[in-house]
């Protein structure tokens, strides 16, 4: 490799250097060695012939005056089949200790901008199988959902779920991208993937907590390019979930920080809304397949009105919220259906039936938490006939849209199920209108379709 410049000052995040020639550009990746050990830096600033990069990893080691070189193809990936049942760090590299990669082609993780022409607006939608999501939140291909929710209120195992689902449907695969987040977390979703034979299927990328802003900041853009592989090359309608995408944000704070760029409000980078844009825009259906997303976002002291939180939203097409008072009645998947939401709930999209049982059971869950705290006060007798109905019905309604999952059959001993939502429809129809009013609640937990 020829040699570009050397090394005129190291700190933790930034490393200065001189470069030699004109021909470097942000985002170039450039190498070191020292002792034996490769270091890489990818280069964010350029100033007339002083360079500054920031390092891959822990720059421990390295000294002044190193002469570096440009790495020829930047910061590449694996673009073929064996990236199916994976786990790859930031930067591409295999960390789960299977066999090396005999790399057949590998792809610039920033090659691909999707333009204008090729987006597909026609989309279809993209089904679970899960009824609560299929009926207050449809999916579309292409979609962009945020994923709310606290710890143990079953996030993962409705991403397994959905994954499951949607593999057995479409024969598709999906990537999992950590970014941000605890070690621990990552390793226990790999051995649940594994113990569920899901790891196949699935490719996985880790920019763990404890890593630096880098390596935090680049897995999204390694993820999206594996997900465009399985899209482009593969032609699958693909799934990618990030956990979590406001990492990704403070991550290119921190080195917006260490380069001692001005911040906008809160701290967040002048960058904050193009660097969003640059990872959502890529995240969308061709006439070959589609990228749909579900991205967990965390809420910074529980500021829904935080600017990046509110930079993220502005490119959802809807949202899934777990909520732990549902989970603690003991409904799964435990969906607030009245925070929970979805562009496609638009009588155009879905069908004028549809639209109307979404308003008309969105009206009687919300009557139903009334007449729970009037119950509570005077006793349901109390209650005018119209509105004893409302309270059965609703309590019908709620268990209704608990499911046996697939993925969770070894701990319930339940069959899991898939419910096409013409069945749903079907069901929910048949709940408002009374056909079931005879029927005791306790026989609509946890079941399939109930009209067969």
Known sequence: METV??????????????????????????????????????????????????????VTGLKKGLEVSKKEKGLSVEYSDQILGRIFNSYGQPIDNEKIIESTRTRNVYDRNINMKEISMNNEPLWTGIKA?????????????????????????????????????????????GVGERSREGKELYDEMEKDNLLDKMSMVFGQM??????????????????????????????????????????????????KRIPVENGYPATMASDISEVEERINSTQDGSITSFQAIYIPADDITDEAVQAITTHLDGQVVLDRKVAEKGIYPAINVFKTNSKTIDPEKIGNKHYDLVQETLRYLSRYEEL????????????????????YRSRKLRNYFTQPLFVSENYTGIKGQMVDIKDVLIDVEDILTGKYDEIDESKFLYRGTIHE
Request: hydrophobic share 40%; charged share 30%; with cysteine.
């Open 5 to 58: 410049g050397r090394i005129l000052e190291i700190s933790e995040l930034n490393v200065k250097v001189l470069l030699y020639q004109n021909n470097l550009h942000i985002k170039d990746v450039i190498t070191c060695t020292m002792n034996e050990k490769d270091y890489e830096f990818e280069i964010v600033e350029i100033e007339q012939n002083i360079a500054y990069a920031i390092p891959f990893e822990r």
């Open 133 to 177: 999501l299929d009926f207050f939140a449809p999916l579309q291909k292409g979609f962009k959902m945020g994923l709310l929710g606290g710890a143990g209120v079953g996030k993962t195992v409705l991403i397994k779920e959905i994954i499951n689902n949607v593999y057995k449907k479409f024969r598709s695969n999906t990537v999992f991208v």
């Open 210 to 259: 404890g890593e630096n802003p880098c390596s935090r900041s680049k897995a999204v853009y390694s993820g999206l390019t594996l997900a465009e592989y399985l899209r482009d090359e593969k032609k699958q309608d693909v799934l990618i979930f990030i956990d979590n995408i406001y990492r990704f944000v403070q991550a290119k704070s921190e080195i917006a920080t260490e380069l």
């Open 372 to 391: 729970e705290e009037i119950i509570a006060v005077l006793g349901i007798d109390e209650l005018s006939e119209e509105d004893r109905r409302i309270f």
